[in-house]
């Protein structure tokens, strides 16, 4: 434990398993994959990754991070990427920010959270991975906006063709 308004760092290509419990503020600017319990600030760098639970007061990400999150507020920065389920009372996306998964209301101490979708629990494919195919295939909108194929905007219609609307 390291005693409240100290900085922990997990400094950019150290890797960390297991659990982890700060009562101060932490910084991951390389890779963890356990257990994070922070009574304060999680902050996820730019080189920074995190797979497994998140626990704390406020978590930002500019980085990855994939797994279980349950905060106050939640921040996804431009460039950082959440792949998972959140737990939160606030939930902002910064644009650029890219979030895959379930989320639901936390309303306050000693309220019981909302239950996340049951297909919330089912293993999830890597941040990487996805990002790497959409680029592969040309398709890399997606992946930078977070925007799904069904809400992009429709195709314009083709001019001159038999029973067009634009036809006069």
């Known amino acids: ?20 419990s700060v009562e101060g503020n932490i910084l991951v600017a390389g890779f963890m994959d356990g257990k994070v319990i922070c009574q304060s600030s999680v902050s996820i760098g730019v080189s920074g990754a995190v797979r497994g639970t998140v626990k704390g007061r406020h978590l930002i990400v500019s980085g990855l991070m994939e797994g279980e999150v349950c905060a106050e507020i939640v921040e996804i920065m431009a460039g950082g990427k959440v792949q998972g389920t959140i737990q939160t009372d606030q939930l902002i996306i910064e644009r650029g920010g890219f ?28 941040l990487e991975s996805k990002t790497q195919a959409n680029l592969e295939s040309g398709n890399n909108k997606e992946a930078s906006t977070g925007q799904s194929k069904a809400v992009q905007e429709p195709k314009a219609s083709q001019v001159g063709g038999s029973g067009s609307p634009t036809e006069q």
Not at 1 to 20: F, H, R, W, Y
Not at 99 to 126: D, H, M, N, Y
């Open 1 to 20: 434990m390291v005693p409240n308004g100290q900085l922990t760092i997990i400094a950019e290509g150290c890797t960390v398993k297991g659990d982890l």
């Open 99 to 126: 979030f895959l998964g379930a989320s639901a209301a936390v309303t306050g101490p000693g309220v019981k959270p909302i239950p996340l979708p049951p297909e919330a629990g089912r293993q999830l494919r890597a």
